[in-house]
């Protein structure tokens, strides 16, 4: 077998080293009776490449790859356009099959990457600090909720309505178990959002509020008096950004008042992937550092005064401090930093504010080509590359048409909120530098057909 | 034990002074292909870029006037920078591909290339989470496949595929557990966690709202059967217990141990981070557990990329399996594959405890554990263990005369072999001898876990690496063993030839130096 | 010209004696991350194999009784091994991901990876040769819209695509001459190159059956016209003229050498591997030249690959062009590709001296070479061209103050600065420097070539190194400049910090080991 | 531009070092009328990576991978499963970017690996030494005939008529100029080879003959008789192999006396590109090394008397003996000389005798499969991968016709040799172990329909 270099010689020669006669006995702590013998039923066999190679592809083809044809999906995942020479550098087997960089003298490029990364994110987001990464957005969130906790000993949480639903159902997954109280409603069909309703909601039980921005719906609004309010009354802001390209042309959070700022960073370097892996971002204000949760990487010297990057804080963490750990994760993600930090390195200051201006103008350009057709009324009066149309009729059944004619034409709120029969006409578009124009004409001709 | 063939000096010179890399005796600060790099703060800049974009269409732009006008200041460089940077910064680490990496619980095995080119097929690289589920067969049948081989592999009933990694697994097997006893009404508050466990069993524990309580060792590093019988009763949720354990051994007990769980009314929880010692040799269904957390990379070869991503699916029992996270994939009797997701829960899943994650979990982890699963086919998998099993013993013994080996006495290892610095002397630690293996060319042993044993060195060489191989590093780790035991003081101050040397982290820790800020100096001289 | 920010000791310690690695002062022989790697044959084993193949299937073998009955004793090894060594063996490397590497005349710029992931594509990797042209319509359109690229940029007639490297299109061009002399029944027999040409000048037209005589050139580093012309006559095929020429000068009577060769019944051969310092400046076919080769492989970013593959497209004047090789592609009016070979030359390429290699060229280089033009635009190239010339003008003038520089008197240089050995002392010499820059963390520049200056150095830095790059290269250099003048002894045994020491070159040419044989010992052992 | 670092403001200030005002004052010395002022008319600006992709895309689609249908052709040229960890090891950017390893401290990855390379090669063509690899299959065969002619000071060749027609053309076309002598004409549609003509024409103004093995018709034979001939007679064996796969089935060139070896090496690693860039492979006896031409890897011991490798012998190359040089050729293959050895290594012997019988046993029982089809009959009673059938028609509109059917037949002799009225039946079929039971039962029942 390819990846195993045992010779049975080798085999012979180790066992009578060890002293055993065969392989069996050093298998003798389990019991008879839960041995195998053979190999498991009902399991292929070994096999080559070619064989692998074709069942795989076999799979991959029924498969609708997005750049096969008019793409429009959002909605917390988005498709851009990621350079080759990302790919190059996390395949790269001194950071593809390297382990967590707990022996800092062989792990500094590891160690510096994750540096690279906590900077970035950190000035993406206008906070202090960032950790290594967390699993994903929707992770994060929660972990955020759960910071505010222990930070404000308060456990009522307040949700916007923009949050995204999966997020929603994540923090609500955990809260169940861990009493926590969450407010949350879905969202209405308004260019407005829920920023009043979420200022008069804040009170002293309140630990945190959690927005997203932009939100669900693509609307983007000024978070700044919910930051005041919310320190008015010792509760913590928390923004949830999972389209972090946006910040590349709108405010950070940060600037806007926000204590903890969380989101997903599969848009820079990660790719789709059908959902994952993919890579939590979580920044704060340097006072609450030590309740992260997650890993940190930190500046220290070598014993010859040479700079240096360690895992840091540890005593935060599960492996220093067992249950009494701000959280549980070990593993992150961090190929995917890596990636993350790839991109963002070869677009600076300057090409992500090209490539986010690139997003919006075109998405503005396809909102105002969609909304033209009888039938389709844009609902935002601002957004960055997302926006929600709402149709004359359901939209998640003409979705699923056009996807039959290979164009996917985006996220059909009926999906996302299929117990809100008020979303059921609503379709969030996402429009990224990706989008050809003739994929905009696709998209609006097949709406029309489908609305005729 | 052999050394290097190739780069041995003909001239030997043993009692030469051991030159240190103290200092820098070039203007460049460089030693040849060691390079330093510097960070991209300080050679970037705001204006550079590696990208060209085209211009955008000309349009009104509608961001509510809250637009981005202060500076994001993160620096860019051309691409020819950009894969020099990383380049470099990437030839500062070790890694599989470097050379032997025997972390003990880590399971740093080879990551065949293929698993990362089956990754990257554009059908499974690039489609979107939400697209409508008949364009997404495929992703899903893979996903099902993927199942079918664990649920087969464990002998188990159903399988959580969400979860992102060993961690989050656990906290779905522990959030399982939970569900079912709220189910029948029974509130139990504690579980219970040998010392020897893994910090993220206690941790989860803990972060899904348990209190937790130890479980008592006995002398030969396994459960002690009838503490932890002592120990069960109304007030317990379960148990978490590690098989094979943390200090290599198999838990000859477990099928009593599960089996007096549940006479106690609770649910037995195994970690699986091991399970590579026996797959396709026990399936864990076998042993009356309850869930078990599978790290796909860890047993199934995807790779540990610096920290991550992992994949943790979680497979249960069928008393566990109702309560299982959203969403997840059922196959139809006609080969159609089907999302279950809330809005059908009620009907199809109507006790699960929710979801964990935004969507279907880590399918780029999966199409590398699936195709690292038909790769070896079940005689291959059964080889896996059997040579991973091999190779730590051999390890063991060959090294139990010169290392304090706590349990070697008890009987074979499984794929991990446990030492001590017992005996070594002149102050010298597992830390010392950890740093002077990274100057032979090895990444150290897991150092100091499992807690149970004072100075713990955890070796897991892994079933991919060859006879020779072992045999160098056996050579090595015998020698800086002999020297640690003779108290050589210049283990103190090892790694010598590392392109760092031993690195502070007190210092890191009291003033947390996280983010690049610009110099002081250079702040200044700007304005 | 600062130092590197990252990795300076805050301690300085300036004249601590510089640590040789002069031993291995580990058991392993490794030094942390310096690992040395046998050979294959010394780990691997004919037994071993790192691929699994189905069964053949079972029928009578129809080998004429030739059936392979020896050992073909090639070793094998796993995958995980096979990507281990390799990994290793690469790490031994210096390469342009690594650093600078500022070698004159070989124009190592960056290679973008996006020529990388284009030469993957299914449509260009995966074809045949000898596919029916209608199925490969899109290969023969990457040559002919790189042909098109190829002419305008030069302003030339007609070019050749299928040579497969520099020295490749040097003879398709010498054999134009040859063919175009013949056809008009004019059978000359002499070749005049410049003692200061590339070694592949002469050798290809000596290969192509010429007679080779030397151009004088004069003390400012170019063709001295005038004795040129005196050389001049009825038995001179042609000359071979590099510009900008191997001092890195533009040869600023170009036009008047062409015009007195073509008077005198010749033909002008411009060597264009330094084609990078003009490109969108100055088109070859203003001046007069006839046949010149352009390395895909240094202008056009594609990868030198530790010594090949390269491509060497030759761009043909008028006069040339009918004789130029087989096959070559053709566009029809209605976009319809044809291939012109040997069956159809008679009618579409009567002259042709016809085929140089099997197939169509390096299409894997043109793919990539397409890809890197489409990527820059005639505005980019153009700005190659500048940035190359300025990089290389900037470090002529930085470094002329303390190192020797024939021909920097007469004017800027083009994308190469010469300098010699002038002024060295204590015996040291280019050779010094050069293994010197290795232990700062550099490739060395070009040494001893071109030979009409002793000692030389020439230093070609190419458009992609940045600023902070080229300044630091440069404080590198002047620093063991200054020490090559002050005769520090320690240059005559740098490099100190590479993975080997200076090799012993004469031990290898008198008595070559090429292949790897059995150590005796070992041999005898296994009898 | 962004593979360019240099910005506005470094390039005033690097011409203000130089002293200059312009970027024009650099280029003084090219004449006015030659300088360039804006950029080259008619030809595209610069455009970004998606831009590109599409482009390069838009040309792949418009040819048929062979991977996409039932694929059958050789004749040079083989299509081979490559595996995945070979194209890994050929991306390291320590051996992508990396130049001729002259400087031997900071290149013996490079130089380990040519040796290994060398030696790999030797040893499956059975002789004493190779090279570090040529162009390809075709110029390597020309280099071994000038090489024979250095040695024996003859300049009368005589290649067999088995020998491929486009290695026989770039002969030709050499010896035109070089005014050697070769004796060839076109094979003949039989299952014996031509070595009873060959032997017959030896004499003792022959400097070698040249044998392809197996031939361009698939055909084996031995060439003992024929080394123990050209003995006789001082004259050279050079052996051309194209299929190098094949001598892990057939006794090796060398083993049957053969002096000289060359090849293609394209099978291992390469893949078929479109026919390039390849790998010729060019071995000898031993007594001939210094006549070698290319680059020679050769082992040696570093100042502290570590084993090393460096480049040797170089007094045979163009940079120091010019005109008197062995051969002209500079760079070589070697990316995919490295490419080479790794597959090689992957194999080991014991695979490459798997791989090559799989390859032999396919080729069988598609040869029986085919053969069975009136109207077609197999030519060969050897062979290792490919054989010649001879259908009741003319091949080449027959080859046509299939591959609108997405079907790849093989190699018509017409495309061979268009003015061989006698070969125009002829169909070369090669079968790899790339080629599924689905595909010969493709091509067979595409080729009833075709000749029914
Ligand atoms: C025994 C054990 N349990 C659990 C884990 C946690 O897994 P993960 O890091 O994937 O969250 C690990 C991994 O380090 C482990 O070794
Ligand atoms: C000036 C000059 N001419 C010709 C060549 C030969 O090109 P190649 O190595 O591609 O055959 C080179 C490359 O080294 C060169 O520098």
Not at chain 1, 360 to 379: C, F, N, P, Y
Not at chain 1, 436 to 446: H, M
Not at chain 2, 86 to 94: D, F, G, K, M, P
Not at chain 2, 141 to 151: R, S
């Amino acid at each position: 077998m390819r990846y195993l270099p045992l010779t049975p010689a080798d085999r012979q020669s180790m066992l009578a080293t060890i002293g055993v006669d065969s392989i069996d006995d050093l298998f003798v702590d389990v019991p008879e009776q839960a041995r195998l013998t053979g190999p498991i039923h009902d399991l292929p066999m070994h096999a080559g490449e070619m064989a692998v190679e074709a069942h795989m592809k076999a799979l991959a083809k029924k498969n609708h790859a997005a750049g096969d044809m008019p793409f429009f999906l959002g909605a917390g995942a988005y498709r851009h356009h990621v350079p080759a020479s990302v790919d190059h550098i996390i395949q790269r087997g001194e950071f593809l099959t390297a382990y967590t960089p707990y022996q800092p003298e062989i792990a500094q490029g590891t160690l510096q990457t994750l540096f690279e990364f906590q900077t970035q994110v950190a000035r993406l987001f206008g906070v202090d600090v960032a950790n290594a990464s967390m699993y994903d957005g929707s992770t994060a969130c929660w972990e955020a909720i759960t910071m505010a906790r222990r930070i404000t000993k308060r456990s009522k949480a307040i949700l916007s309505s923009g949050l995204h639903p999966h997020y929603v159902s994540v923090a609500r997954t955990m809260a169940k178990f861990t009493k926590d109280s969450l407010a949350y409603e879905a969202p209405r069909v308004d260019a407005a959002t829920d920023i009043q309703s979420l200022l008069d909601q804040i009170d002293d039980e309140t630990s945190c509020v959690v927005v997203q921005y932009p939100d669900i719906l693509g609307r983007i609004a000024d978070m700044s008096e919910l930051a005041a309010r919310a320190k008015q009354h010792k509760a913590l802001l928390i923004a949830v950004v999972t389209e972090p390209v946006a910040l590349g042309a709108i405010m950070s959070p940060g600037e806007m008042g926000a204590d903890i700022v969380v989101g997903e960073g599969q848009s820079l370097g990660v790719g789709l992937q059908f959902g994952g892996p993919y890579v939590g971002l979580f920044g704060c204000k340097e006072k609450y550092v030590r309740q992260m949760p997650g890993r940190l990487c930190g500046e220290t010297v070598d014993a010859e005064g040479k700079r240096g990057f360690v895992l840091t804080l540890s005593t935060r963490e599960q492996h220093i401090r067992r249950e009494k750990a701000t959280s549980n994760i070990c593993t992150n993600s961090g190929l995917c930093a890596l990636a993350f930090t790839a991109h963002m390195t070869l677009l600076g200051e300057k090409g992500l504010r090209q490539l986010a201006m690139l997003n919006h103008k075109k998405a503005v350009q396809t909102a105002d080509r969609l909304s033209a057709i009888s039938g389709v009324e844009l609902m935002n009066d601002s957004f960055f590359n997302e926006f929600t149309l709402v149709l004359d009729k359901d939209a998640r059944p003409i979705v699923r048409a056009l996807a039959d004619q290979r164009i996917l034409a985006g996220v059909s709120l009926g999906r996302l909120y299929p117990d809100e029969e008020p979303l059921a006409h609503g379709l969030v578009v996402a429009v990224t530098e990706t989008v050809s124009d003739d994929d905009v004409e696709a998209l609006a001709t097949a709406l029309e057909g489908a609305l005729a | 034990m052999s050394m290097l063939a190739a780069g041995r000096p003909t001239k030997q010179e043993e009692n030469l002074i051991m030159p240190e890399q103290t200092a820098n005796p070039t203007h460049s600060g460089n030693r040849a292909l060691m390079v330093d790099e510097p960070l991209i703060f300080e050679t970037g800049s705001p204006d550079r870029s590696g990208v060209d974009l085209p211009d955008a269409p000309q349009v009104e732009s509608r961001l509510s006037g809250l637009e981005r006008t202060s500076p994001i200041a993160v620096p860019g460089l051309s691409e020819a920078e950009m894969v020099r940077h990383y380049t470099r910064l990437s030839r500062q680490n070790y890694a599989i591909d470097v050379g032997l990496v025997p972390l003990g619980s880590c399971t740093m095995k080879h990551n065949p290339r293929l698993n990362e080119k089956m990754a990257r097929l554009k059908g499974f690289a690039d489609i979107h989470p939400l697209q409508p589920v008949e364009s997404v067969q495929g992703a899903l049948g893979v996903i099902n496949e993927l199942a079918m081989w664990l649920i087969k592999l464990t002998g188990m009933h159903g399988v959580a595929m969400t979860p992102k990694a060993g961690a989050h697994g656990e906290l779905c097997g522990i959030l399982c557990i939970r569900a079912a006893l709220e189910a029948r009404g029974d509130a139990r508050e504690v579980i219970l966690v040998p010392e020897s466990a893994h910090g993220t069993n206690p941790a989860t524990a803990a972060f899904a709202g348990y209190k937790v309580e130890d479980i008592p060792a006995n002398s030969d590093g396994r459960v002690d059967l009838e503490a932890l019988k002592a120990r069960l009763g109304p007030d317990v949720a379960g148990v978490m217990i590690t098989n094979p354990n943390t200090c290599g051994l198999f838990e000859p007990d477990m099928k009593a141990i599960s089996d007096a769980v549940h006479e106690a009314g609770g649910f037995v929880y195994c970690d699986g981070a091991n399970f590579n010692a026996i797959v396709g040799k026990v399936r864990p269904g076998d042993l009356g557990i309850d869930a078990m957390h599978i790290n796909l990379h860890k047993t199934f070869s995807t790779p540990h990329g610096g920290g991550g991503p992992g994949s943790g699916p979680v497979v249960l029992s069928e008393a566990l399996s109702p309560y299982g996270p959203l969403p997840f994939t059922a196959r139809d009797a006609d080969g159609h594959f089907r999302l279950i997701e809330e809005e059908t829960a009620d009907e199809d899943h109507p006790h699960s405890f929710g979801r964990m994650s935004a969507f279907h979990g880590q399918m780029g982890m999966f199409t590398r554990a699936l195709t690292y699963m038909l790769s070896h086919g079940a005689d291959g998998l059964k080889q896996v263990a059997e040579d991973a099993v091999l190779n730590a013993n051999y390890i063991l013994r060959s090294l139990e005369d010169i290392l304090d080996a706590p349990f070697a006495h008890s009987g074979p290892c499984m794929h991990e072999a446990l030492f001590s610095d017992k005996g070594f002397t002149n102050g010298l630690t597992t830390l010392d001898l950890a740093k002077g293996m990274i100057d032979e060319g090895y990444h150290p042993m897991t150092m100091y876990f499992p807690l149970v044993v004072h100075g713990a060195m955890l070796v897991e060489p892994t079933e991919t690496e060859s006879k020779a191989a072992i045999d160098q590093f056996i050579g090595a780790f015998r020698s800086v063993a002999e020297r640690a035991k003779a108290g050589d003081e210049r283990l103190k101050t090892a790694p010598h030839f590392a392109p760092r040397r031993r690195l502070d982290e007190t210092q890191a820790a009291r003033n947390p130096k996280l983010v690049w800020t610009e110099p002081e100096e250079f702040a200044e001289a700007a304005e």
